[in-house]
């Protein structure tokens, strides 16, 4: 691997692969909290291993490589979730909606008959604004494909053209 | 270069056929898990074929892929859908699982001790029968029509009055209300009487013991305030509960003092006559924060801990001697049965709240047992809601519960929204806050999260093999938690 070190500062710079995004260098760098410091330079990155780690330049390498490792991986990852974002929306959604019409079908059963509806709705209320709230990762109503809005005629328009919703990152990265 | 291989898949944008996978090298292979629970192993050629979308149709390979729902062009959305269903049917449900604490004092102590330390006669620390009362009504405000009520201390055992009031009205009214009741209780059993053991036999009480295995390790953990040795007294209350008809499982949790050890920690337990143990992590809260240097487990040397554990039991298994551990067979139900172990802590939310109440002795409300049991032992109460007097559904929509599930959410935690493990796994923002000073945490550095990545390679490693495979559907079966019943006690996570 071409990678240059600087055992006194306990540093390792690389290139990286042009097919990897910054949002997984973000992941990867994550990955490695507690281990080395991340820093993107032009084109690739400089580790600093932890204080006390005592690597010498065949570790620092090793390093590196273990991040390059890293880095294919989160890049693979960060692809899967996004070219099927629309797929895992559509599979909790249909799940959600059956346990809704099941849940529907229990509350006429006799036996839950000293359940209040009041308390019902309220939990189903807290976990929908729980699920709303949150706001990382790709639960159902997050992401690009899924901010849409009402548009003329039918259409589903952007609700947000200016992408002010989006992630520095995204927008970078784009 | 070691990445070179899968740095092929790169080069071209990713086929359609590449279905909602999480993956993780284990080894030199590839395990594929997925949000429907299903898993797959794949040597790094075929995975990268996968990836590659160069895997030849209808080969057995393909059809394994097909049928766990990885291949995006063949889902079948209907079977994929009710299985997520299957495997988070608690999102419907309320908050069944009641956690009291009747007391703050116990006879031993133990690395998460309440502080204020509570004398044995120190009675301000009980709960009060005017509150016991309160109390049995208020559970049953939970729409939920299944009940577990575990009662916790300091040793619960020692407010004897308050638990038989609790255990005769709670099953009093879940008569007349006609909901299904659970009782547990987790105690060292130290002053178990062979009256006390009847009662917890006739109310059908479940109980769980914190018991530490060698004498050595349980005695310096837990030692008897009296001046005897509470390893003696715990086995004492063992033999006593089990005279009276009742099984107690045992708890053991991980500390510097039992590395390198779990032989002697199985034989102990199967001296003591346990056919099962359950394995916890510790938590930097309480005296074991300040003492963290001479009790305190990493991730990794609890891993360690755990492989060598694991061996030892399922060896035991290979000679035919069943022995089980219990967190194991819990995880188990959800890599093989592909249903909902109950575990508050194993959910895409956290449960606190949403699936669980805890009460302190004095009324305090917090969202989870490990959220009461950090106030008490740190003195950290972030998490204290307020009195039963907000009533039930002010409590279980309260900020703090609201905060606990945004902070949770394993699709927003950056580490867990892409991890082989978010299937099967849960996220405490109570650990957090005591690990890491936040709710959220950050979990490459989280001894927690190391623990589960740990526990899970070692139990996905282990389940390649036929015969082990074998005995951990048995172990899943026995653990199985079913629908429609009270969730099984002793599965909230937290501080014993
Ligand atoms: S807590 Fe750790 S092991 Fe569990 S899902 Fe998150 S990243 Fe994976």
């Avoid at chain 2, 390790?217 to 009276?244: C, F, I, N």
């Avoid at chain 2, 050890?261 to 346990?274: L, N, Q, S, T």
């Amino acid at each position: 691997m071409n990678c240059s070190t600087d055992i006194k500062q306990r540093r390792v710079t690389f290139e990286i692969d042009k097919a990897i995004d910054e949002e997984a260098v973000l992941a990867a760098a994550h990955a490695f909290a507690g281990r080395a410091e991340v820093w993107t330079t032009d084109g690739g990155v400089e580790l600093e291993a932890q204080e006390g780690s005592g690597l010498d330049a065949a570790g620092l390498e090793s390093l590196a490589e273990e991040f390059n490792e890293e880095l294919v991986a989160q890049e693979l990852r960060r692809r899967i979730a996004a070219s099927n974002r629309s797929v895992r929306e559509y599979l909790i959604t249909q799940a959600l909606l059956a346990a809704a019409n099941e849940q529907g079908q229990h509350a006429t059963d006799p036996q839950l008959g000293n359940l209040t509806g009041d308390q019902e709705d309220e939990i189903a209320r807290l976990i929908r604004e729980a699920e709303q709230e949150l706001s990382g990762g790709d639960l159902p109503g997050k992401g690009a494909a899924a901010v849409t809005g009402e548009g003329g005629e039918g259409q589903d328009e952007p609700l947000d053209p200016k992408e002010i919703l989006k992630a520095w990152e995204e927008k970078s990265g784009a | 270069m070691r990445e070179a291989a899968l740095a092929q898949a790169l080069e071209k944008d990713l086929p359609e056929s590449v279905g909602p996978v999480f993956f993780r090298k284990i080894g030199p292979r590839y395990l594929l898990t997925n949000d429907a629970g299903s898993h797959l192993w794949l040597e790094q050629d075929p995975f990268l074929s996968f990836l590659r979308g160069e895997l030849e149709k209808e080969t057995p390979l393909w059809n394994d892929l097909a049928a766990g729902g990885f291949l995006g062009n063949y889902m079948n959305f209907e079977v994929l859908g009710g299985r997520w269903r299957q495997r988070t049917k608690y999102l419907q449900e309320g908050a069944g699982l009641h956690l009291v604490a009747l007391t703050r004092r116990n006879s031993q102590g133990s690395p998460y001790a309440a502080r204020p330390a509570a004398g044995l006669d120190d009675h301000q620390f009980d709960m009060t029968l005017a509150l016991a009362r309160r109390l049995a009504k208020f559970i049953f405000d939970s729409p939920s029509s299944e009940i577990t009520l575990e009662l916790r201390g300091g040793d619960p055992l020692l407010n004897w009055d308050v638990l038989t009031f609790l255990a005769r009205h709670a099953s009093s009214f879940a008569g007349s209300v006609k909901r299904k009741l659970r009782i547990a209780a987790v105690s060292p059993l130290a002053s178990l009487t062979d009256e006390q053991a009847a009662f917890l036999a006739e109310f059908k009480i479940a109980v769980a013991v914190p018991f530490d295995g060698p004498r050595d390790l349980h005695d310096s953990l837990r030692p008897d305030l009296e001046g005897g040795s509470g390893w003696e007294r715990t086995l004492a209350g063992v033999a006593r509960l089990r005279k009276a008809g009742v099984e107690p499982e045992g708890f053991f949790t991980v500390t510097r003092g039992a590395l390198g050890r779990a032989p002697d920690v199985i034989a102990a337990y199967r001296d003591a006559g346990f056919d099962a143990i359950r394995v916890r992590a510790p938590w930097p809260a309480g005296d074991a924060r300040s003492r963290w240097k001479e009790i305190g487990v990493g991730a990794a040397a609890y891993s360690e801990f755990y492989r060598e554990l694991l061996d030892g039991v399922l060896a035991l298994e290979a000679q035919g001697i069943p022995f089980r551990e219990k967190g194991a067979a819990s995880l188990l139900g959800k890599i093989l049965l592909g249903t909902d172990c109950g575990a508050v802590e194993h959910r895409l939310l956290y449960g606190g709240g949403l699936g669980e109440l805890a009460y302190d002795y004095n009324g305090d409300v917090y969202p989870s047992d490990e959220a009461r049991a950090l106030a008490s032992a740190d003195g950290d109460a972030l998490f204290r809601m307020g009195s039963t007097d907000l009533g039930f559904a002010n409590l279980v929509g309260h900020p703090t519960v609201r905060a606990l599930a945004v902070a949770s959410d394993l699709g927003g935690q950056p580490t867990c929204s892409r991890c082989a493990y978010k299937p099967y796994c849960g996220v405490s923002p109570v650990y957090n806050r005591a690990a890491q000073g936040s709710l959220q945490g950050r979990n490459p550095t989280n001894d927690r999260c190391g623990s589960y990545l740990g526990t899970f390679d070692a139990l996905f490693e282990r389940l390649r093999d036929e015969k082990t495979k074998t005995v951990f559907e048995r172990w899943a079966r026995a653990e199985e938690y079913r629908q429609g019943e009270p969730l099984p006690p002793f599965l909230s996570g937290g501080l014993l």
